[in-house]
Each structure stands twice: as C-alpha cells, then as structure tokens.
C-alpha cells in the first residue's frame, strides 16, 4: 500500500510540475489559464486520494472520518477549480484581452 500511495504522489508531482511549465511556457493569458485549470487540480486531487489512503491505514473509525474529510475537500476543489478558471476567463474577456494569434512567418 505504501508503493501505491508513493507512485501518487509522484504521479500528482508531475501534474503540478506539468501544470507549472505550462504557465511558463505558454504565450498568452488564456492558455496559460488551461494548464492551471486542468493540471492543478488534476495533480491536488491524485495527491490528496494519497493522503487519504496514507490515513486510512490503521483502519479506526478516526482514520476513516479523518479519510472521508479528505475526500470533502477532493469533491470541493474538483468543483470549485474550474469554475473559478471560468470566471477568471470571464473576466479576461470583460477587460478586452484578444487572444494570441499565430502570426504568418512565426516561428519559434
């Protein structure tokens, strides 16, 4: 179990890291926004199902509500994450930002 939870972790690392690069690398604000939207959450929720198999271990009925509470937050940010990328597009839009265009000739 304790191989389980470790490659999790691992595996959200390297959401987040991917979701990090992303922001970096890419050249304008809403698709910068994409990876924060979907790797981030993507990576916390992986990252938090290891955290509440790491706690469910000594199965108690503390380790189990403890687990469940972790489980909350999972559905939580699964649902709010999104949406505030939504709305923080939405308010890109409203301030006039024009999305980048490849331009002829362009090459990096």
Same mark, same amino acid.
């Given at each position: 179990?304790?191989?389980?939870? !470790?490659?999790? /972790? /691992?595996? &959200?690392?390297?959401?987040?890291?991917? @979701?990090?690069? @992303?922001?970096? *690398? !890419?050249? %304008?604000?809403?698709?910068?926004?994409?990876?924060?939207? +979907?790797? %981030?959450? #993507?990576? $916390?929720? /992986?990252?938090?199902?290891?955290?509440?198999?790491?706690? /469910?271990?000594?199965?108690? $009925?503390?380790?189990?509500?403890?687990?469940?509470?972790? $489980?909350?937050?999972?559905? !939580?940010? !699964?649902?709010?994450?999104?949406?505030?990328?939504?709305?923080?597009? %939405?308010? &890109?839009? *409203?301030?006039?930002?024009?999305?980048?265009? +490849? +331009?002829? #000739?362009?090459?990096?």
């Amino acid at each position: 179990m304790t191989i389980i939870i !470790f490659l999790l /972790i /691992i595996c &959200g690392l390297v959401f987040l890291t991917g @979701g990090s690069l @992303g922001i970096l *690398r !890419f050249p %304008d604000f809403y698709s910068r926004l994409h990876p924060a939207g +979907k790797l %981030d959450t #993507g990576g $916390l929720v /992986i990252i938090l199902l290891a955290f509440a198999l790491h706690t /469910i271990l000594p199965l108690t $009925l503390t380790a189990l509500i403890t687990s469940l509470k972790i $489980l909350l937050i999972v559905v !939580f940010v !699964f649902i709010t994450s999104p949406t505030a990328i939504h709305s923080i597009v %939405d308010a &890109g839009v *409203r301030a006039g930002l024009v999305p980048w265009e +490849k +331009k002829e #000739g362009y090459r990096k």
